[in-house]
């Protein structure tokens, strides 16, 4: 194995060629090689302006390559499974978009295929290593804000565009999968622990069918979340934790910026601080930390497991719906 990772991305989404590629050129020890999509000129277009060296017209030329060692997946919602489960029969390890799929079911065929085959695969939450939320999740785990007794998260966008994959039900789209998947990760990350129970109420837009705004209930055997996710408001991100002796925010939670400093603020009984983090690419971070279980035999950031438990929640999120 070459002494960095060699990536190969599935396909030209705005999420791979703006923010992880980007992100992952910063690097250490994994670089992007090549990229496939199924209009070639697209491929082709991707990679001469990211300085990629290799385009394929088809996801399958690429899992044929071998001098690619990994995969990044950021296809829509419902080709994560069945992609990178190719991508795993081909020898290559997988690093796959959130959600993971579309249920747990399909989680859990993941599993079986990473089991069966032997290599690394995780779910891209790249939050898991950002020093903003690995702090984060240090001063609430400390006890230093007492008991966690609540978390609030309020995350949102807006885009009414019908050609969106965001906007089409079978592609896996709408509020919940897209982004309410965040505050249920950080949720179970911080209290530590699986939901007991959940509640959700879901508003749908009458055109695409898809869930515009939704807000969660979860029961922890330690405290409450409570989060609202919407692909039809003003951009907003907040997430908050509330103790018993304090509380913590994350001023921007999801898409910190890889260009300035980020912030979190604390408060225990009277005392306020802000505690500031250098500029860093998550992308970076995560490709890095991925590159690294591979090369060293370790844990990946998020396993297949805890995406497994996410989808668990999002099924019953929908199932109290119905």
């Known amino acids: 194995m070459a002494s960095k990772i060699r990536f190969g991305v599935l396909g030209a989404a705005k999420i791979a060629t703006v ?28 990679a001469e302006q990211l300085g990629i060296a290799k385009a394929y017209g088809s996801y399958e030329e690429l899992l044929a390559d071998p001098e690619i060692d990994a995969i990044y997946n950021p296809l829509p919602n419902h080709l994560h499974v069945p992609w990178s ?5 081909a020898g290559k390890h997988v690093l796959c978009e959130k959600p993971i799929g579309m249920n747990r079911e399909e989680a859990l065929q993941m599993i079986a295929a990473r089991d069966r085959t032997g290599v690394k695969a995780g779910e891209a939450f790249m939050v898991r ?26 995350f949102g966008y807006f885009n009414r565009d019908a050609a969106n994959i965001r906007n089409r039900p079978e592609c896996g ?51 409450q979340a409570l989060f609202t996710t919407s692909t039809q408001m003003n951009p907003y991100q907040r997430v908050q934790f509330f103790g018993t002796k304090g509380q913590v925010e994350v001023e921007i939670p999801v898409n910190a910026p890889p260009d300035r400093e980020t912030r979190i603020f604390v408060r225990v009984g009277a005392e306020d601080r802000t505690e500031t983090f250098p500029i860093c690419n998550q992308y970076g971070l995560q490709g890095d930390a991925f590159a690294r279980a591979i090369l060293e035999d370790r844990a990946v950031p998020v396993g297949l497991e805890n995406a497994a438990g996410n989808m668990q929640v999002i099924d019953a999120l929908l199932a109290s719906v119905k």
């Open 85 to 89: 489960i190719r991508a795993m029969e």
């Open 19 to 46: 923010r992880v590629i980007p992100g992952m050129q910063t690097c250490e020890l994994a670089e992007v090689t090549a990229i496939a999509s199924r209009d070639i000129a697209k491929g082709k277009e991707a």
């Open 129 to 154: 290593v950002h020093p903003q939320w690995t702090r984060t999740a240090e001063i609430v785990q400390s006890g230093e804000i007492g008991e966690l007794r609540t978390m609030h998260c309020v």
């Open 173 to 223: 789209g709408g509020a919940l999968m897209d982004i309410g998947c965040y505050p249920i990760f950080f949720a179970r990350w911080i209290f530590g622990t699986e939901p007991v129970r959940v509640s959700a109420r879901v508003d749908r837009d009458p055109d695409f069918g898809t869930d515009s705004t939704t807000s969660g209930l979860l029961d922890f055997p330690n405290g």
